[in-house]
């Protein structure tokens, strides 16, 4: 069965660091792209970050240029999402998911699996 599970959430204050993992069961991110994304309470699921198969490209949203740095280890199946400096406003259930079209999209609707979430708590 195909899954995704997010780890690394948690509560932290303003200026802190965490570091979340998206690691697959199976081979399903071979030759895929893999974004973050999150979403907080009455808001939409917001692009956060997305990295190529191969690594070399890297894209972030706006709000989390500068801060945040996604990488991935493709002999564990496993994407990172580094994130520094952590603000209030970066409060949010972080999700990771596989881009069905093979390249990193903006768009959640493009994304065919997903994970069940990490929960960032960022207290000010």
């Known amino acids: 069965q195909v899954q995704l599970v997010e780890s690394g959430g948690g509560l932290v204050q303003a200026g802190g660091s965490l570091r979340l993992s998206c690691a697959a069961s199976?081979?399903?991110?071979?030759?895929?792209?893999v974004g973050w994304f999150r979403q907080a309470p009455g808001k939409e699921r917001e692009f956060v970050s997305g990295?190529?198969?191969?690594?070399?490209?890297?894209y972030y949203g706006d709000s989390v240029k500068g801060r945040f740095t996604i990488s991935r280890d493709n002999a564990k199946n496993t994407v990172y999402l580094q994130m520094y400096n952590l603000q209030p406003e970066d409060t949010a259930v972080y999700y990771c998911?596989?881009?069905?079209?093979?390249?990193?999209?903006?768009?959640?609707?493009?994304?065919?699996?997903w994970g069940q979430g990490t929960q960032v708590t960022v207290s000010s």
């Open positions: 990295i190529s198969w191969s690594g070399d490209l890297t």
């Open positions: 998911a596989r881009s069905g079209g093979g390249s990193v999209s903006y768009s959640a609707t493009n994304y065919d699996y």
């Open positions: 199976g081979r399903i991110f071979g030759g895929f792209a």
